[in-house]
């Protein structure tokens, strides 16, 4: 057995929640979105991280992130979660440059600005980066590389799998009252499947006789099969299942190493919409990759993704973000708004079965004296509670 790491009060205390938003999400890469979402001129994506409102827009066919926050009186340039507009301030009309310097002033006299003034009057930009179709932001002033945060095994599986994404996306939003570490640990947490998705997700999983989820073959995935594919998926199902990261210097946890890969056998059968598919990926496989602080990403046989994330709004508060989206269509085949809807619904479901049992948990840790134990598969869990110490200068 392991003993716990992390108290219960980090879960429940605003004191904590407040340090994890300065030394963990004011400091990471963060998840912005995808971009599908942005392929089309003056596209656009607002987020807000730790109270800090983020803007991702396409300008002059670049991705940039800026404070969603107009120099003349802080309004955001954007209003809506995501859509097409030109990079124009709603209130008084102030338009902006991709390099977020100011592009013109409608009545420009009335405001009695001198040059040096309007050169100052900027945007002010966040950093940027593009993994395949993932688009990153940090808002640190001086952001760590993003190397630092993902392992070349979990940046070449991003990067791999974004040649598989379709162009249309079903994106939905909305909130759940948990902390944010709760729904991480629950995706690191494989043996819940088959207790809380007996019905939905569990079926569709292969079990060895100790109840482990059983490794999926490579021959057949166009991610994993071949020498490149098999060096990015070498964890296989075993991160998945416990092992510990190695440790660093005096027993510290990297942060590059609590990121995980796990790859498990799932039958296939043929649904209605596969031959509408150009190449599913990864037949006869479930892979879900966990990327630290807060996002899930993953696919059912390379024929459909799913990609999560939770947002902290307050110690027991996420905004739950969540994208669906198949592999590529056939050249020939229409758009399939219909079955994206289907696809969304059914992941909802999945996602409402782990809802119901984080709420009470994150009840019941307000008068815990400690979070409990943990099994030795559930080393994953307790290496991420090592690094957040580490990241909040606690003792261990």
């Known amino acids: 057995m392991i003993k716990p790491v992390l108290p219960p009060a980090c879960y429940t205390e605003q004191a904590w929640f407040d340090r994890e938003q300065r030394d963990i999400f004011g400091k990471l890469w963060l998840l912005a979105g995808l971009t599908q979402q942005l ?30 926050a107009c120099a003349h009186r802080g309004m955001p340039i954007q209003t809506a979660p995501q859509g097409v507009r030109k990079m124009v301030c709603p209130y008084h009309g102030w338009g902006y440059r991709k390099d977020g310097a100011l592009r013109g002033i409608p009545n420009a006299g009335i405001y009695g600005m001198c040059k040096a003034d309007k050169d100052g009057a900027r945007l002010h930009p966040f950093a940027i980066e593009v993994v395949g179709n993932f688009v990153f932001v940090n808002l640190a002033d001086d952001p760590l590389p993003i190397t630092e945060q993902f392992s070349p095994q ?23 009252a948990y902390n944010w570490k709760l729904n991480f640990e629950n995706i690191l947490d494989w043996n819940h499947a088959q207790f809380v998705h007996p019905q939905t997700l569990a079926p569709l999983i292969n079990y060895t006789a100790d109840g482990v989820m059983a490794r999926a073959e490579k021959n057949v995935s166009l991610l994993f099969g071949d020498e490149a594919g098999a060096r990015a998926a070498s964890s296989d199902v075993k991160d998945a299942v416990g092992e510990a990261p190695p440790a660093g210097k005096a027993g510290e946890v990297r942060l590059d190493q609590i990121s995980f890969l796990g790859r498990s056998a799932m ?30 990403f993953g696919s059912i046989h390379g024929e459909h993704f799913y990609l999560q994330q939770y947002v902290p709004i307050s110690p027991d508060t996420i905004e739950y973000h969540s994208w669906v ?15 994206l809807w289907g696809i969304h619904h059914a992941e909802k479901r999945v996602i ?45």
């Open 154 to 176: 979990i940046i070449d599986v991003m990067t791999r799998s974004s040649a598989h994404f379709a162009p249309h996306v079903s994106y939905a939003r909305f909130v759940n």
């Open 267 to 296: 039958p296939y059968a043929p649904r209605w919409f596969t031959p509408l598919l150009e190449a599913p990926c990864d037949i006869g496989a479930f892979f879900a990759c966990n990327l630290f602080p807060n996002v899930n």
């Open 39 to 68: 392929d089309a001129e003056d596209s656009f994506i607002t987020r807000n991280f730790s109270g800090t409102p983020v803007l991702v827009q396409n300008v002059d066919g670049e991705l940039r992130a800026f404070r969603n």
């Open 352 to 396: 409402d079965e782990d809802t119901v049992l984080l709420i009470e948990l994150q009840k019941a840790l307000k008068s815990a004296a400690t979070v409990g134990m943990m099994g030795d598969h559930e080393a994953p869990l307790a290496a991420v509670g090592k690094w957040y110490m580490q990241a909040l200068g606690e003792t261990v």
């Open 325 to 339: 989206f198949t592999s590529k269509l056939k050249p020939e085949t229409p758009p399939q708004p219909h079955l």
